[in-house]
């Protein structure tokens, strides 16, 4: 005979046993059976923020810095509402994430009390699979298909709706077994041999890399194939990971998202080859194409939607990037023997004054002529984070415009080191650096962001002092959104700016982190920047550093 269980007991052993170690969470009424709940299961670690969209934030991070499925818990109707946008940063990355949301008792929903909502349908537009549990029964098999489906490729969020009936039901029932799907698949001897004849064919091939390349664990493979070919390697035009190793002599930095500078930098190339990733893609429209005329195109990759998907491949294999790299590198050298291993010496040397390490020393240099300028330049800013963090430290970076070199000046050498805003929708920074943390705890973590994406979460900071982590927040305060500023300018010519600053009062970034109980200093001095910086990152608990920058537009 099945142990009897209840609903919200069996909820969370579910998630136990499909390798959850914390719940995120804010809780309301429609969720405190699994409140109830958690005093029975003290080995999963509860995680709470101040507004869901935090909530779904800090898995995000905790999953996109681990590799992990993740598992958050959110109140009914507006708790969900309040969780789309972080909802929609998790889709974009494909982060394997499971998000429940308390629902009013079954029937009860039907007279629509306060707080009610169609949850499965408010979420289905940004989830692999919504729905609804309706007996306790089915409890395991929908948490079972629910994590089978967050982590099979192409990743991505589900949602569960977890009415009050349910949980607080008690029955006998199977939970089930844990079943992950193998999908490390490598092409078929038929399609490396074309690839492997295409690639030789190509006379100036050129790699663009993606975020499939740390999924997969690729960032070695990546490399080699670079130095096998003696080819350059680009990140994406939308890099928000580690996706090359930056001290590779092929490593070329990241594309623009400029179309007409994405353009003229691939138009010496006849071949690319695109790993784990869609390779262009863009931000605001031109009427340049970003892909030069005559430019061939092979990929690989799992997520088969951003294969050929905007410009046509003579070769698309959909299998995992690093087992495909593990055959094709050795096929290449096989079949491209001594000819190849020329080619590639002729055209390392050809990247050596180029590459991402030949521009970095100039790039620090110019941005050494600012070390005294008063307000503190913000390239030299990004320059003394870079040079005071650990070697081992993380960094989550939402700077935007402040950021714009932390690239080409920090290097990449793990696949979980570098973390940005993918999607475009601010404020992600500050509550994926908690989440990354909490993955993280033997390692420093950096936050750097900007002063506007920072007051669209600036409650994480408590969630970062409640668990006391090894986190510094570094906010720049220009004052306003730079970011606008600058394309209003630049798209219409307009420098008057409306709703564009907060100056009128200041924000007290300090004042606010005390009152969330960090540790907080305020920097105006770039020759107090590198004393400051480095005693915050070499000491153990949560601090916020508000570095004021200059205001200037461009």
Known sequence: ??????????????????????????????????????????????????????????????????????????????????????????????TPLILTAGQQEQGHGLTEPVLYGPLVRMA??????????????????????????????????????????????????????????DTRVKPSDESLQALTARILKAERPVIIVGDEIVKSDALQEAAQLAETLGCP?????????????????????????IQKIARDTLSPYDLIIALGGDPLRMSVYSETDPLPDGLSIVQVGLVDWDLAKNYSAEIALKADVRETLRALVPALKAAGGSALQARA???????????????????????????????????????????????????????????????????????????????????????????VSLANPERPVVCYSGDGSSMYSIQSLWTAANHKLPLTFVIVNNGGYRIIKQRLLAFHGD???????????????????????????????????KSVLSSAFSRPGAKLIEVVVSNSVN
Not at 76 to 92: D, I, Q, R
Not at 237 to 245: I, K
Not at 420 to 427: F, R
Not at 500 to 511: C, I, K, Q, S, Y
Request: aromatic residues 6%.
């Open 233 to 257: 390697a680009y990140q994406s035009s939308t890099p928000y990971g580690a996706y090359f190793l930056s001290e590779s002599p092929c490593f070329m930095g990241a594309l623009a998202r």
């Open 124 to 181: 289905e537009p940004l989830v692999k699979w919504a729905v609804e549990v309706t007996r306790l029964e089915d409890l395991p098999r929908i948490v079972r298909r629910a994590a089978k489906i967050a982590t099979t490729p192409p990743t991505g969020p589900v949602f569960i709706s977890l009415p009050g009936d349910i949980l607080n039901t008690e029955a006998g029932i199977d939970l089930g077994r844990s079943t992950r799907v």
């Open 345 to 435: 010496r002729q055209g390392l040397d050809a990247l050596a004054s180029k590459n991402w390490t030949a521009r970095r020393q100039p790039l620090v240099e110019q941005i050494l002529k600012h070390a005294n300028t008063s307000p503190i330049d913000p390239d030299w800013l990004a320059l003394q984070v870079v040079e005071a963090m650990p070697d081992n430290a993380i960094l989550v970076d939402e700077g935007l415009t402040s950021s714009r070199q932390i690239i080409a000046l920090r290097p990449h050498r793990d696949r979980y080191g570098y973390h940005a805003l993918a999607s475009g929708g601010i404020g992600w920074g500050l509550p994926a650096s908690v989440g």
């Open 1 to 94: 005979m099945k142990n009897k269980i209840t609903g919200r007991s069996a909820f969370l052993a579910l998630l136990k046993d499909e390798g959850i170690t914390h719940l995120f969470g804010n809780p309301g009424t429609t969720e405190l059976p699994i409140m109830h709940a958690l005093k029975d299961h003290p080995d999963l670690t509860y995680v709470m923020a101040m507004q869901e969209s935090l909530v779904v934030a800090i898995a995000d991070g905790f999953s996109r810095a681990s590799g992990k499925l993740v598992a958050c818990n959110v109140h009914v109707a507006p708790g969900l509402g309040n969780a789309m946008g972080s909802l929609y940063n998790a889709s974009f990355t494909g």
């Open 495 to 529: 420098d008057h700016y409306v709703g564009m600053d907060f100056v009128d009062p200041p924000v007290d970034f300090t004042g606010v982190a005390k009152s969330l109980g960090l540790e907080a200093t305020k920097v105006t001095d770039p020759g107090q920047l």
